[in-house]
């Protein structure tokens, strides 16, 4: 029931390049809103990791991408590591600037 | 940068919790607050927000007339009063600035809701 649709789940092998997506709609992706994206390990707060669609805080590793197109948005994470596996969730707003977050999406390293 | 929550606990079905939120390490006074809370087996749910001066306020639906979100500058404190709690109402609950890249998130404390 979440505003934003992203997969439950996601899985890839170490060293492999996964993606996941993020689907809005024009009342928030596509109003022009940005997006952001969070990692959340067990037992500890949402970190960010990509804001304003594409750019990394200070500290992110570069094998984390956004974009973002029309109405939706992607998070991509290239060379797998074990230590990517948690939840990731994306963030916009709405037309009434309200936060809005994916449903979040559970990544599997195999 | 340190947020740290507290006043998390049980609660039975119908009843009250207030939950504060202490800021340090930043200047609270320049910051827009939020409350996000994550239930059990499932995802975020932005819950309020409030701006530095306390004069716009917003709430999800899912709480609007039964949790007040408020601050107090002076101690750089943020609260969120909670009533009529409901069972859907247990989870985490984070406290929050939002405001990517400066982007600060408490430990979380628990809120339970039963009988």
């Known amino acids: 029931q979440s505003v934003l649709r992203q997969p439950p789940s996601v899985s890839g092998a170490p060293g492999q390049r996964v993606t996941i997506s993020c689907a809005g709609s024009s009342s928030n992706i596509g109003a022009n809103y940005d997006v952001h994206w969070y990692q959340q390990l067990p037992g500890t707060a949402p970190k960010l990791l990509i804001y304003d669609n594409t750019k990394r805080p200070s500290g992110v590793s570069d094998r984390f991408f956004g974009s973002k197109s029309g109405t939706s948005a992607s998070l991509a994470i290239t060379g797998l590591q074990a230590e990517d596996e948690a939840d990731y969730y994306c963030q916009s707003y709405d037309s009434s600037l309200r936060v809005v977050f994916g449903g979040g999406t559970k990544l599997t390293v195999l | 940068v340190q947020l740290v929550e507290s006043g998390g606990g049980l609660v039975q079905p119908g009843g009250s919790l207030t939950l504060s939120c202490a800021a340090s390490?930043?200047?609270?006074?320049?910051?827009?607050m939020n409350w996000v809370r994550r239930a059990p087996g499932k995802g975020l749910e932005w819950i309020s927000y409030?701006?530095?001066?306390?004069?716009?306020?917003y709430y999800a639906d899912s709480v609007k007339g039964r949790f007040t979100i408020s601050r107090d500058n002076g101690k750089n404190l943020l609260f969120l009063q909670m009533n009529g709690l409901r069972g859907e109402d247990a989870a985490v609950y984070y406290c929050?600035?939002?405001?990517?890249?400066?982007?600060?998130w408490g430990q979380g404390t628990p809120v339970t809701v039963s009988s």
């Open positions: 929050a600035t939002l405001a990517a890249p400066e982007d600060f």
């Open positions: 409030i701006s530095t001066s306390s004069r716009t306020v």
């Open positions: 390490g930043f200047t609270f006074t320049n910051f827009p």
